[in-house]
């Protein structure tokens, strides 16, 4: 079983930037489709971004060029980097492993005042 602890999340204001973190248990880490999702009050999980193990990466269409998704092998972290942030940014981010199951973390809120 693969246990994962998002961090990073907080109150920012529009047009501002947060680094989220997500560190995971287990040691075959970089095996791992590592990914992000977010779900905002009344709307149902989505997409934010993927990256697969050896590196692609993939994001949802409305978030490219503000959200950037990266991982860390050695440190068994994969992380979220997001600019120019909108209150429609509001959301809880959850960190997704993927490979012969699917792990979900807690979440951690991201809330983005106008």
């Known amino acids: 079983q693969v246990q994962l602890v998002e961090s990073g999340g907080g109150l920012v204001q529009a047009g501002g930037s947060l680094r989220l973190s997500c560190v995971a248990s287990?040691?075959?880490?970089?095996?791992?489709?590592m990914g992000w999702y977010r779900q905002a009050p009344g709307k149902q999980r989505e997409l934010v971004a993927t990256i697969t193990s050896n590196g692609r990466t993939n994001y949802a269409d409305s978030l490219k060029g503000r959200f950037t998704i990266s991982r860390d092998n050695a440190k068994n972290t994969v992380s979220l980097q997001m600019n120019s942030l909108k209150p429609e940014d509001t959301a809880v981010y959850y960190c997704?492993?993927?490979?012969?199951?699917?792990?979900w973390g807690q979440g951690t809120q991201v809330t983005v005042s106008s």
């Open positions: 997704n492993s993927k490979r012969e199951s699917i792990y």
């Open positions: 287990g040691n075959i880490f970089s095996l791992y489709t």
